[in-house]
């Protein structure tokens, strides 16, 4: 989903001057009523309990009591989720609306999510001035924090930890519930490979087995064992199915994916969200292997419901219930909602076809009303789980100490350096030491705040973030000289970029006819150069694609200029960016590289940790990094060819390596290590037993580090398909001192072993396997064993 961000007080401002004219806010909504001072609430005005309001009633008698009472049009209301910023007089047409019982949810952008005080009195009209009081639920897109913004999720996925999601998004769902948010639209689960997709900054990586791990934890980050507490929120799996592989990586794009890699790939990510107990799931924007998929029954029913029981409701992406016109499977907004409620679309988010054509549709017998009533109970479902019903309204006393509290500034810190990766370090070049004399941090992002947190950044304001020029002095002594230039512009054509503090244009200069020389002589002057790289923060994200993977503007330049000034010095590359990128020149050049991606609001802080040797890098690549954009898609578990051998038919380019710049899992540290001969217990597991590898592995370096050993397995033979050259299938990290060595072992089981065929049947087969337990996607030797009949 995407829209806009426009400065809230302003819209704020107008709405309460219109409430106040108009006097539809009789009564200050966080005051209760005679009715829940009672211990309950009278949401029909009626003086006795009924059964949907008493809290001691399970949850489906209560939906099933109130169902019954409810009119058609009241029915329809509670699928629609308008936009409050999108209309020009909301306070009129929405306040109606609200009375009438015909809004089932509000889209929480900039001018409800500022303070809880807008969404109580919207909340109060649906509450205490409709029919049946049903209330409102608040969604808004929290997907790497709120106000204490978090590392993006593809950072996060490199600290190959999912308990640090899991911790992330707690703290996350306490600011944003605080905000009076009920609902988020995270995480995004969607496997991506592709990094010229804007998106694949949002997600976790290429591989479907960690992916699963991450996206239960977030689930459980934000949802917590009691969905109804007041800090947790409802979380949404998105985007359902197959968004991340567009083509030519374009933002909602087509995808064309056979059923057999749908299963295997793109969807175990949304099956463990649901089995982590996720509350709903969006519908995508794009059409899968040639039908869109908010129109398609066989994902929206046949799987997310008929295969896996999901009990939850599932809400269309932005005005994706109306693009099924353009997209050519429906003439007009009626043909529209019942190709998508047929489907499985519950909650049509921002386009209005269910409001306008939905409850005439029924009337006339072309949608029964039963589908109607069955997409109403799960809305409602979740709302009384989420208490909704006896607590409508959130304290306004909260969010004024519930946003950056020290906790939640530890850990954004703790994570901006965990997801870093260390890519090169030649010749000990880091970490640096805190007695240099005099350090020049040069480029774009190296005094910047804005683009530190990425793209999605909710209400992180950009006083809260720490730039890594303040980190990086915050590490050094007085007596030392930092001199921090910019060097060179991000972007040299003009496009358009926005201030975090009030989403107002940026006017960034252009590169001054000087401004490369002068960064190369201060790099010629100093004992260090530290040089801050990358992507500008709107480059990430929705609708923000890119054709090529190269640095945006001059800083190529930039880099090759510093890099022959300063020949003879270390020359540290810090990148701050939401996609692998394409850099074969400053891996060639470069004394040492750290992958920061976009590192949230502690990130100068918790990238300095790393850079002076604070906190020992240990980040793993989730996605693989390509040499040049014409590699893409690259990723490390591809299906092996006729012809995998050098030969005469090789299969390689014929202007370069087939090998990534980088592989998946790849990552240094500032120790070394040594793997020794991997060892099976056995070499046969028999049918529904385990068999036990070990490897050991010795720091042979000078420093104390952390590796992470990772296992990969490859089936050889596979009836229903192909397996992937290798599969990662479990990982562990081992800290060790200099000279320590330990055995490292996995257990590994016949679910390790399986994989779906393309009607989802879960196949475990006897033969041939081969493992690995390596640093990294491309290491390693393999060992073999079988799988007995």
Same mark, same amino acid.
């Given at each position: 989903?995407?829209?806009?961000?426009?400065?809230?007080?302003?819209?704020?401002?107008?709405?309460?001057?219109?409430?106040?004219?108009?006097?539809?806010?009789?009564?200050?909504?966080?005051?209760?009523?005679?009715?829940?001072?009672?211990?309950?609430?009278?949401?029909?005005?009626?003086?006795?309990?009924?059964?949907?309001?008493?809290?001691?009633?399970?949850?489906?008698?209560?939906?099933?009591?109130?169902?019954?009472?409810?009119?058609?049009?009241?029915?329809?209301?509670?699928?629609?989720?308008?936009?409050?910023?999108?209309?020009?007089?909301?306070? /009129?047409?929405?306040? /109606?609306?609200?009375?009438?019982?015909?809004?089932?949810?509000?889209?929480?952008?900039?001018?409800?999510?500022?303070?809880?005080?807008?969404?109580?009195?919207?909340?109060?009209?649906?509450?205490?001035?409709?029919?049946?009081?049903?209330?409102?639920?608040?969604?808004?897109?929290?997907?790497?924090?709120?106000?204490?913004?978090?590392?993006?999720?593809?950072?996060?996925?490199?600290?190959?930890?999912?308990?640090?999601?899991? /911790?992330?998004?707690t703290i996350a769902a306490r600011e944003a519930a605080a905000a009076g948010i009920d609902w988020t639209f995270a995480p995004m689960v969607d496997l991506a490979r592709d990094p010229r997709w804007g998106r694949i900054a949002e997600g976790f990586g290429e591989d479907p087995w960690l992916g699963a791990l991450d996206a239960a934890a977030c689930v459980r980050g934000f949802q917590g064992t009691n969905v109804a507490d007041p800090d947790r929120v409802v979380a949404c799996l998105k985007h359902y199915v197959g968004y991340g592989a567009a083509e030519g990586g374009r933002d909602y794009n087509t995808t064309e994916i056979s059923e057999f890699t749908l299963r295997n790939y793109y969807l175990p990510q949304f099956k463990a969200g649901v089995d982590a107990g996720a509350k709903t799931v969006m519908s995508s924007f794009n059409c899968l292997s040639g039908f869109p998929s908010s129109a398609s029954r066989h994902t929206l029913t046949d799987i997310l419901r008929g295969e896996w029981k999901f009990p939850g409701f599932v809400v269309s992406d932005w005005d994706a219930v109306g693009e099924l016109i353009p997209q050519g499977v429906a003439a007009d907004g009626a043909a529209a909602t019942r190709l998508a409620l047929n489907a499985g679309v519950d909650m049509e988010m921002v386009s209005s076809n269910y409001s306008e054509t939905l409850a005439q549709q029924v009337r006339s017998g072309k949608i029964p009303e039963s589908v109607l009533n069955e997409a109403v109970r799960r809305v409602l479902t979740v709302k009384f789980e989420k208490g909704l019903f006896d607590h409508p309204y959130t304290d306004e006393s909260r969010w004024e100490t519930a946003f950056l509290r020290p906790d939640a500034l530890a850990l954004a810190r703790e994570a901006a350096a965990q997801s870093c990766v260390l890519l090169k370090n030649d010749g000990a070049a880091l970490p640096l030491s805190k007695q240099a004399k005099s350090i020049a941090l040069i480029g774009p992002l190296a005094d910047d705040a804005d683009d530190l947190v990425g793209c999605w950044s909710s209400r992180a304001h950009a006083d809260d973030v720490v730039?890594?020029?303040?980190?990086?002095?915050?590490?050094?002594?007085?007596?030392?000289?930092?001199?921090?230039?910019?060097?060179?512009?991000?972007?040299?054509?003009?496009?358009?970029?926005?201030?975090?503090?009030?989403?107002?244009?940026?006017?960034?200069?252009?590169?001054?006819?000087?401004?490369?020389?002068?960064?190369?002589?201060?790099?010629?002057?100093?004992?260090?150069?530290?040089?801050?790289?990358?992507?500008?923060?709107?480059?990430?994200?929705?609708?923000?694609?890119?054709?090529?993977?190269?640095?945006?503007?001059?800083?190529?330049e930039l880099f090759e200029a510093v890099a022959a000034a300063a020949a003879n010095k270390p020359i540290i590359v810090v990148l701050f960016n939401g996609r692998p990128l394409a850099l074969p020149r400053i891996r060639e050049k470069a004394s040492a590289i750290l992958e920061a991606w976009f590192p949230g609001i502690q990130g100068g802080n918790g990238v300095a940790d790393v850079l002076f040797g604070d906190v020992d890098p240990s980040g793993r690549l989730t996605t693989t990094f390509p040499r040049s954009v014409g590699q893409v898609p690259m990723y490390y578990n591809h299906l092996n060819?006729?012809?995998?051998?050098?030969?005469?038919? /090789?299969?390689?380019?014929?202007?370069?390596?087939?090998?990534?710049?980088?592989?998946?899992?790849?990552?240094l540290t500032y120790t070394t290590f040594e793997y020794g001969k991997v060892e099976l217990d056995a070499l046969v597991m028999k049918p529904g037993g385990t068999l036990t590898a070990h490897v050991r592995v010795k720091n042979t370096g000078p420093r104390a580090g952390t590796e992470t050993?990772?296992?990969?397995?490859?089936?050889?033979?596979?009836?229903?398909?192909?397996?992937?050259?290798?599969?990662?299938?479990?990982?562990?990290?081992?800290?060790?001192?200099?000279?320590?060595?330990?055995?490292?072992?996995?257990n590994i089981s016949g679910r390790a072993l399986g994989y779906y065929d393309e009607k989802g049947r879960w196949l475990v087969e006897p033969g041939k396997f081969q493992l690995w337990l390596a640093r990294d996607s491309a290491s390693g030797q393999p060992v073999e064993f079988e799988l007995a009949k």
């Open positions: 989903m995407k829209y806009a961000l426009l400065p809230a007080g302003l819209l704020l401002f107008a709405f309460v001057a219109s409430a106040a004219e108009t006097s539809i806010y009789h009564r200050d909504p966080s005051s209760p009523s005679a009715s829940t001072r009672q211990g309950w609430i009278d949401l029909n005005k009626n003086g006795k309990r009924d059964v949907y309001e008493n809290p001691s009633q399970p949850v489906d008698k209560r939906v099933a009591d109130l169902l019954k009472r409810m009119t058609l049009d009241e029915k329809v209301g509670q699928l629609w989720q308008p936009n409050y910023d999108a209309d020009p007089d909301p306070d /009129r047409v929405f306040a /109606r609306r609200l009375q009438h019982g015909e809004i089932g949810s509000f889209l929480a952008s900039s001018a409800i999510i500022e303070t809880p005080a807008m969404r109580n009195k919207l909340q109060h009209i649906a509450v205490e001035q409709s029919r049946l009081g049903i209330p409102l639920i608040f969604g808004h897109d929290v997907i790497h924090g709120f106000r204490t913004v978090f590392p993006i999720p593809l950072a996060q996925a490199c600290a190959w930890d999912p308990m640090l999601f899991e /911790r992330a998004d730039s890594l020029a303040t980190g990086v002095r915050a590490k050094l002594p007085a007596d030392t000289t930092l001199t921090v230039l910019r060097g060179c512009s991000f972007i040299e054509s003009g496009q358009a970029r926005w201030h975090l503090a009030d989403f107002s244009p940026i006017e960034e200069p252009p590169t001054g006819s000087n401004e490369i020389a002068e960064a190369a002589a201060a790099a010629s002057a100093a004992d260090v150069v530290i040089l801050a790289l990358g992507e500008p923060r709107e480059w990430s994200g929705e609708d923000s694609s890119r054709s090529s993977l190269d640095l945006p503007g001059r800083q190529l060819t006729g012809r995998p051998d050098p030969g005469e038919y /090789r299969g390689h380019y014929v202007d370069g390596p087939n090998s990534p710049l980088y592989p998946f899992g790849f990552g050993v990772q296992l990969y397995l490859r089936d050889v033979v596979a009836s229903a398909g192909p397996r992937p050259v290798r599969e990662l299938k479990g990982w562990q990290k081992v800290q060790l001192l200099p000279g320590e060595s330990r055995d490292v072992s996995f």
